[in-house]
């Protein structure tokens, strides 16, 4: 994980979800979408808020492994607000639905 203020406690939020300690690097790696990404990935529209409980380093990790795959079908947001997932709808309805219809024609 990139360095961010949030960290240990989106470190603690992640291996409880995993449901295996901090120290388990490998489970960690199979449950994390910038570690099992390849170069045959489907098209992703990426969304974080600006006040989001994952850490804001997490879209950039994201986004620089796609990069360094040299993927070239995705987009990398940030909106306002602190909303997670769904929250942001209103927010990057009109976007996401373009960005859908323009990767998936």
């Keep these: 994980f990139s360095p961010d203020p949030d960290l240990a406690a989106f470190i603690q939020t992640v291996t409880n979800y995993v449901g295996v300690a901090s ?19 489907a098209p992703l529209f990426l969304v974080d808020s600006a006040g ?4 804001a ?15 070239r079908n995705y987009v990398a947001t940030t909106v306002p607000g602190n909303g997670h997932s769904f929250e942001n709808w209103p927010l990057i309805k ?11 024609k």
């Design 52 to 55: 989001d409980l994952i850490p």
């Design 57 to 71: 380093a997490q879209i950039d990790d994201m986004a620089d492994a796609l990069a360094a795959l040299r993927v």
């Design 23 to 41: 120290t388990d690097t490998a489970a960690l790696r199979a449950a994390s979408p910038a570690w099992i990404v390849d170069a045959t990935v």
């Design 94 to 104: 009109t976007s996401a639905i373009a960005f859908l219809a323009a990767t998936l």
